[in-house]
């Protein structure tokens, strides 16, 4: 059992409190999921010659400023860095590729969390409301968000296998529920270059999707062949730089409810995690069908 929201806010001068609109709804799924948690915003306005690397580090006390410096000399471009605890977002307009190889090789115990034009993702072990609160979600702004509480079934408990899963660029994927053929699906993409990080059935679904973007599928387009290919009971909602996209499977036994007011779009499993939003009570509140797939645009 896991807890997945989402928001998406139409009228602009919402944005500015995405973080203080998803703080509730983040810590009212805590009851789903105790082992974890995690959100990816996407920021408003990020120059699209730029890059954002998120990065993990387990010691509180990494010296950011010192990796930034060195990565820049690496890759022969300009690395800024803003940290907070053990998590840090670098701004850089090198080779993205290049940073992800020197990262690999000279920071082995850091970890990308996602790179991107716009995305910027935080997860960790641990009460999503004390993650929240040293991560600071309620003070994020955006043009819209997914978050995830965790209870831990069939992996580790561990910062890595907490989701939003990214892969790509500007793409991740929060899952509640559970994949019977993961593995065969990994097999599969490793076959085609695809690397895998975990052994989380998530992770097989999120790469599976953002390998068919990249051979050319829109998000919705691979989302179709998804509902062919991946086995299992799953409510999944992902989000890039333009949209977030709601879809359940066939049989739609793991929760969903969706309240679509004309500020906002707002997803969640569960509606009392939604009850605090600005005129709820005259948004459409209905649950998503069983393999509809429900795109809302930035």
């Known amino acids: 059992m896991c807890g997945i929201v989402g928001l998406l806010p139409k009228k602009k001068s919402l944005r500015a409190s995405l973080g203080e609109l998803m703080l509730p709804m983040l810590g009212c799924m805590a009851d789903r999921g105790t082992d974890s948690a995690g959100l990816a915003v996407f920021a408003e306005g990020n120059g699209s010659s730029g890059r954002r690397i998120n990065l993990y580090s387990q010691d509180r006390n990494h010296d ?29 307009a090198g080779d993205p590729e290049k940073a992800r190889e020197w990262l690999a090789t000279h920071e082995p115990r850091v970890r990308v969390l996602s790179v991107g034009h716009s995305i910027d993702v935080y ?22 968000g997914v978050a995830h509480t965790r209870m831990a079934t069939e992996s580790a408990v561990t910062p890595a296998h907490s989701h939003p899963y990214t892969a790509g660029e500007d793409f991740c994927l929060i899952h509640n529920g559970s994949l019977s053929n993961p593995y065969s699906l990994r097999r599969k993409l490793e076959k085609r270059g695809v690397r895998f990080e975990t052994d989380n059935d998530t992770e097989a679904a999120c790469r599976f999707l953002e390998w068919r973007m990249r051979e050319g599928d829109t998000l919705e387009e691979a989302i ?14 992902m989000a890039t730089r333009d949209r977030m996209v709601l879809v359940r499977d066939a049989f739609a036994c793991k929760p969903a409810v969706v309240a679509e007011h004309k500020d906002y779009v707002a997803v969640s499993s569960e509606f009392r995690s939604l009850a605090h939003l600005p005129d709820v009570r005259n948004a459409k509140v209905f649950e998503p069908q069983p393999e509809e797939i429900y795109s809302w645009p930035v």
């Open 224 to 237: 179709k062949q998804g509902l062919r290919i991946l086995d299992g009971f799953y409510t999944l909602l």
């Open 64 to 92: 950011w400023k010192a990796l930034a410096k060195a990565l820049g000399e690496a890759i022969g471009a300009k690395v800024t860095t803003r940290a907070v605890e053990n998590h840090a977002i670098l701004l850089t």
């Open 123 to 144: 997860k960790d072990i641990g009460h999503p409301r004390e993650i929240a609160e040293r991560y600071g979600f309620g003070r994020l702004a955006g043009t819209h």
